[in-house]
């Protein structure tokens, strides 16, 4: 079955420390996005990319990083730089990210700080 | 700027109710418009889509009609069943620069048997 898969289910952050986030596509998607949704609000768009070897900055990118060194994938890491990161993080595909396309969501990721 | 307004929940139906979930947006150009479902512990999935004016979006039941006129693209389904219990998100997408949906805060639906 083609899809998205993201790992962990859950992820603990210590204090001062970078955590990744996996994100893994086999639709042969072009385009990749990773979204962060917080209690009783919309998802943001953190970090896009349409193409292997490039990305850009959504609405909230700061404390975050990516790269997309292959098309399947397009791992998210949350740095020490963020500051709250408790949240729920969802990573998803569309064909080429172009209008009317259905973005296609994985099962998330929840990041607890301890 | 793009923005969209959904109602604000939760909204709690009996089973078998007519369920209807508002929501209206702000745009420039013509995005296509989205209603997506996320149950407990999920991902969001598709739920329908309309891409142009006067379309009409379906899937399991539930509508959704792009209304150009009001700006708006409610969700209704004519009987909720307990399973339909979840949160559901409107949604468009930009048009211009960069492509990226914008999406509404979700209304929580809590279906009773």
């Known amino acids: 079955d083609g899809g998205i898969t993201q790992s962990p289910k859950y992820l603990f952050r210590k204090e001062g420390q970078n955590v990744t986030l996996s994100c893994e596509q086999n639709?042969?998607?072009?385009?990749m996005y990773w979204y962060r949704q917080d209690p009783g609000q919309g998802l943001r768009l953190i970090y896009y990319?349409?193409?292997?070897?490039?990305?850009q900055k959504g609405d909230i990118a700061e404390g975050y990083s990516v790269s997309r060194e292959k098309k399947e994938s397009f791992p998210l890491t949350v740095t020490s730089a963020q500051k709250n990161p408790t949240a729920f993080y969802l990573c998803?595909?569309?064909?080429?990210?172009?209008?009317?396309?259905?973005?296609?969501f994985g099962p998330g990721t929840r990041l607890l700080v301890l | 700027g793009n923005s969209v307004t959904q109602m604000e929940g939760p909204v709690t139906l009996s089973e078998e109710a007519f369920l209807t979930i508002n929501c209206t947006y702000t745009?420039?150009?013509?995005?296509?418009l989205f209603w997506y479902v996320q149950y407990p512990g999920e991902g969001l999935q598709l739920l329908l889509k309309?891409?142009?004016?006067?379309d009409k979006g379906s899937n399991k039941g539930f509508e959704a009609t792009y209304r150009k006129e009001t700006t708006s693209f409610h969700l209704e389904k004519g009987s909720v069943q307990v399973s339909d219990s979840a949160v559901y998100f409107c949604?468009?997408?930009?048009?211009?620069?960069?492509?990226?949906?914008?999406f509404g805060t979700g209304t929580r639906l809590k279906v009773l048997a």
């Open positions: 949604a468009l997408d930009t048009t211009s620069g960069t492509y990226k949906y914008i």
């Open positions: 639709l042969n998607h072009d385009a």
């Open positions: 998803a595909s569309s064909i080429r990210g172009r209008a009317g396309e259905t973005q296609y």
């Open positions: 309309a891409t142009k004016a006067d």
């Open positions: 990319s349409q193409i292997v070897n490039d990305f």
């Open positions: 745009a420039t150009g013509y995005p296509s």
